[in-house]
């Protein structure tokens, strides 16, 4: 049983660096999300995805941020000019469109911006 | 999607009963509630979703009155392994999770 997959686990950038992330979602599953969360506080929102075709963006997303799914199958989240307050867990999960209220989380990637 | 208030954490021994409640006062009529948990260095993990009356799986219960203003979550005799936050979620359609902060559960020998 693969679960959803994150790589890498911990990345350290300096700040103005750009980073992507990758996510492998549950092979079956056609939704795939990315949230944010920082410490003490639950995850945020970031987008979401059916298929290859992203729904919905958060204001959280600004413009140094951008999310694909070119095949429908994993995505990546590219953050570009990183800046301090990105320093986050960034967790993406997946689930079937028809559950989407059971979504299936990865372990996230850990950032941190010095 | 309505706002929910839970306690921001408890403690509890093992072998105990743990019961986690959950205000949803403007809850609407389409909306279920769902919980979620979250182990240190984990992402959430779905437990149980509900609408009315009484939900039960392998890992809790969900009780939720008449009037569905609240929610509770109940853990059936915790271990230290139950040791983790704990999110209820209000809504009708779930493309993005709206989290809280949600309740700290810790469990003690």
């Known amino acids: 049983d693969t679960g959803v997959s994150q790589n890498p686990r911990h990345k350290i950038t300096k700040r103005g660096q750009n980073v992507t992330f990758r996510c492998d979602p549950i092979s079956e599953h056609n939704r795939l999300y990315w949230y944010r969360q920082t410490l003490g506080q639950g995850p945020e929102f970031l987008t979401y995805f059916q298929n290859e075709a992203q729904l919905e963006k958060s204001r959280l997303l600004s413009d140094r941020f951008s999310a694909e799914r070119p095949k429908g199958s994993f995505s990546t989240l590219e953050i570009q000019r990183t800046e301090q307050g990105d320093s986050a867990m960034y967790l993406c999960?997946?689930?079937?469109?028809?559950?989407?209220?059971?979504?299936?989380f990865g372990p996230g990637t850990r950032l941190t911006v010095t | 999607l309505a706002k929910t208030t839970q306690p921001i954490s408890m403690d509890s021994y093992e072998g105990q009963e743990v019961n986690i409640t959950c205000s949803h006062n403007n809850i609407a009529t389409n909306d279920y509630i769902t919980w979620y948990q979250q182990f240190p260095s984990q992402g959430p993990r779905f437990i149980i979703q509900?609408?009315?009356t009484k939900v039960t799986n392998e890992v809790a219960s969900l009780f939720i009155p008449a009037d569905r203003k609240s929610s509770t979550l109940s853990l059936p005799r915790v271990s230290l392994s139950d040791t983790a936050v704990y999110y209820c979620l209000v809504g009708d359609s779930w493309g993005k999770l709206q989290f809280g902060a949600g309740t700290q559960v810790v469990v003690t020998p």
């Open positions: 999960a997946s689930s079937l469109a028809s559950a989407d209220y059971e979504q299936y």
């Open positions: 509900g609408y009315k």
